[in-house]
């Protein structure tokens, strides 16, 4: 009997490239999917007491996988820990819970302030923990509360103030601490006016973005004073490819999977953007995909 099995959905050997958004990743040596809150505690504690490398993973969408895989335990909250509340203008959401969905439900109860986060492919947690923003909006303008798993296994509640957002991150991510669930301070706005605002961010999105190709959302970090994009474009490396990797035509900002590609060849890319930037103008571009396993 596996230790997991009364805590979760226990897969062996399963490959992640069916859940990451960049449709790339070797196996994990085990999967779970935690049956509840409780139970994800239970499975860090005894990864802890069992001295078992483990991850977090939400919905896959920031992340690269190695080829190799990840030999140790996944957790994935996708499609788990995904249950939303509304109480007056307080919207309250589980960690796995995706922040389109999150978005609509306040639509629903005609509430406005998440209309940014719409089009964001993420879920709670991965987004409140590195205070993930789009437009004209960061989690960090519409969070009230966060409750987390501290390292001593200790469920704390932090204000907005105590999370200390700042761009693509925060104190839990600082400290390694993990997003159970979130709260959100929303407005009452006419439904009308917020689905037209959801509508024409994502129309945005769709017009610039290269969303019919597999990848990671924005490969990198704003670099103080300039625009990743155009530093990549005004290298010459639009459309710039590496196997079955390239740079997407349509915004400079996106490495994409053109079908088949592999965790090195998107690593080399990356790699490979970062040098020419650099040598171009001095700039170091810092990536926001997070890598797992050994690439």
């Not at 099995?5 to 050997?13: D, I, P, Q, S």
């Not at 490239?17 to 999917?33: E, M």
């Not at 923990?129 to 296994?153: C, F, H, P, T, W």
């Not at 170091?284 to 890598?291: G, H, S």
Request: hydrophobic share 40%.
């Amino acid at each position: 009997m596996n230790i997991f099995e009364n805590y979760a959905t226990v897969l062996e050997n399963e490959n992640l490239d069916k859940y990451t958004s960049f449709k790339i990743g070797g196996p994990a040596k085990t999967l779970l999917f935690p049956k509840d809150e409780a139970s994800l505690i239970k499975i860090i504690e005894i990864c802890k007491l069992e001295n078992l490398k483990y991850i977090i993973l939400g919905n896959c969408t920031n992340v690269l996988v190695s080829d190799e895989g990840y030999d140790g335990v996944v957790i994935l909250l996708k499609n788990v820990l995904d249950n939303i509340s509304i109480n007056g203008n307080v919207v309250s959401a589980g960690a796995g819970a995706t922040l389109r969905d999150v978005a609509n439900k306040a639509l629903d109860k005609s509430l406005g302030g998440l209309e940014f986060a719409h089009g964001i492919p993420g879920s709670v947690g991965g987004g409140v923990i590195m205070n993930a923003g789009a437009y004209d909006g960061e989690l960090k303008d519409v969070v009230k509360s966060v409750r987390l798993l501290n390292n001593d296994l200790e469920i704390i509640e932090l204000t907005n103030e105590e999370m200390n957002f700042s761009y693509r991150t925060s104190i839990a991510q600082e400290e390694h601490y993990i997003i159970l669930s979130a709260t959100f301070n929303l407005e009452s706005a006419d439904p009308v006016l917020v689905k037209e605002k959801m509508d024409d961010l994502w129309n945005r999105r769709v017009t610039k973005q290269p969303l019919e190709y597999p990848s990671a959302g924005s490969t990198f970090r704003r670099p103080t004073g300039y625009f990743a994009g155009k530093l990549i474009d005004d290298s010459g490396l639009r459309g710039f490819t590496h196997g079955n990797v390239a740079v997407s035509e349509k915004h400079c900002g996106f490495v994409i999977n053109k079908g088949g590609a592999t965790a090195k060849e998107v690593k080399e890319t990356i790699e490979t953007i970062q040098k020419i930037v650099k040598d171009n103008y001095g700039v170091e571009l810092r990536r926001e995909v997070k890598y797992v396993g050994d690439n």
